[in-house]
């Protein structure tokens, strides 16, 4: 029997999640339209990544910003890009012209920086903060309280305007165990909006082992790698 194709991999792999996305959003009573699947390529080849652009996902997301920049380069214009990573504050200038948003704004420093440099380059960007929810000491991402205390500055912000939040929750065996995190990151999201007088509709959560529990939760945007690339194996 001959064997599949990188493209017949990738195409089952992306309708399964798709399917899977869209009965979680049946479950909690929304419409599909109302999460987007972000395509995370850190581990993926770029002929994996051609297939799945190939497929109509075009926003996909890079942990590491000279990776991002080097792959935007080969998708020039179709793919819109997200940051998912710690970000350096001197690769805020890299990554800016690159982006259509950063989800790991994880200090006021670097949102500082970001505000800066997208001023200097006169792009305006979309930000979320990442929140460490868990409080995990190896998590990148702000403590909840020291989000809330970003309120004002985020309100004064001119050229980063600022969507919502991200979280990664702990790594468990369980799926449903990482609800709570996810519903407190919705909680967060809420007391912040409130506080600052801004709209963050955007909720960055959920990976391959628990997107489901994070839609429920009301996750906008769902952060998935592995279980796309599933079956392939690296050159
Ligand atoms: C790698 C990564 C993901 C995707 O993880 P999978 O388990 O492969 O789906 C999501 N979010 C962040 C921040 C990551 O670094």
Redesign the pocket.
Known sequence: MPSESIREIVSRNLAEVQGRIASACDRSSRSAETVRLVA?T?YAELSWIRELVDLGQMDL?E?RPQQLAARAAEFPGRVQWHL??HLQRNKAALVLPRVALI??VDSLRLLDQLEKEAQSLTLQRDVLLEINVSGEASKDGLAPADALDLADRLQRLEWIRPRGLMT?APLLDNPEGARPFFRRLRELRDELQQRAGLPLPELSMG???DFEPAIEEGATLV?????LFSGLQRE
């Open positions: 995370v850190k997301g942990s998912i990573g989800h790991s990664m990976m391959s082992g952060r998935i790698g592995s279980r």
